[in-house]
């Protein structure tokens, strides 16, 4: 088990920039990606950025070119970068952890609010 805590989420206009961090406490040795994921009302769940221990990345295509996801490993951090945000944009984002058996643990999330 970790304990994952997100901070960073907050009200912006259209166009506006935020970053997200969550910092892993815990069993760290055990994550093998971390990543986040973002729910929408009525919307299931997204993943919408994964970075690997090695350092891979995928963003899902709906944020491509607008988010980008890092990792700070001396600080067990992960970071989401959003850039020109917009209203679709605005969910829940919830940080996770994937260990090496598959099981995905996620943080309590944090609102994003995008207003046009």
């Known amino acids: 088990q970790v304990r994952l805590v997100e901070s960073g989420g907050g009200l912006v206009q259209a166009g506006g920039s935020l970053r997200l961090s969550c910092t892993a406490s815990?069993?760290?040795?055990?994550?093998?990606?971390m990543g986040w994921y973002r729910q929408a009302p009525g919307l299931q769940l997204e993943l919408v950025a994964s970075?690997?221990?090695?350092?891979?990345?995928y963003v899902a295509d709906s944020v491509k070119g607008r988010f980008s996801i890092s990792r700070e490993d001396a600080q067990n951090k992960i970071y989401l970068q959003m850039n020109n945000l917009e209203p679709e944009d605005t969910a829940v984002y919830y940080c996770?952890?994937?260990?090496?058996?598959?099981?995905?643990?996620r943080g309590r999330g944090t609102q994003v609010t995008v207003s046009s």
């Open positions: 815990g069993s760290i040795s055990s994550i093998d990606s």
């Open positions: 996770s952890a994937e260990f090496y058996w598959s099981e995905i643990q």
């Open positions: 970075i690997t221990t090695t350092g891979s990345t």
